[in-house]
């Protein structure tokens, strides 16, 4: 049986006792899972009984069109993956800068209260012959996260397969992809709006 459910409190309570039972009972009555097990501690002879309610939900999925996007590149993740390393662990956003002379950057993000002069700034230069595909129409820049990024490169690296990068204008979701006749991979990551973005 698979269930797309939504879980809280409870759920979270009941789940990690389990983790210290060796047995115990289920029972599906009236969309509720009743939970009856035996506490850890057998000496005293508990029984603990759960009554855990749950609701259905539909399955989310993001609403995009990769084909409709202005902007694209398409590179090695090994060579964004190099990239990236410079950039520090925590932090959390970058900016992906690209214009049709040939020139894509990567930067650091830093928010409008950030005083400049008391964060390091990282920047990465790219030429277009870096690129397996440069398609890009007008100056641009997009920031999206890093982290969710970083993880995407690694799976994508492993894949030998090129990376494609789509994007638009501030504020719309870049899209990253990976894909081969047996395999697709799709991040959608959203950026910020051209008045959140903020550049020193």
Known sequence: VQLHCKYGEPWKRALLELQTVKRGSFEWRNDHLWSRNPAAYSYLRVVKTHDLPFQ?????QAVYDKTQYA???RASPRLLADAVVHFPLNLAEVTLGA???GKVTLRSYLEEETEPSRMMVTEMCLSEDEFQAFDIKQEIQV???LKEFRGFLS???SSNLSLDIHFDIPGRP????V????LELQLVLATLSESESHLP
């Open 174 to 177: 870049a899209i990253f992809t």
């Open 143 to 145: 920031t999206f996260c």
């Open 99 to 101: 214009n049709p002379n």
């Open 56 to 60: 259905e939900c539909e399955l989310l």
């Open 71 to 73: 902007h694209l590149l």
């Open 155 to 157: 799976f994508a690296e």
């Open 179 to 182: 894909e081969d006749p047996v």
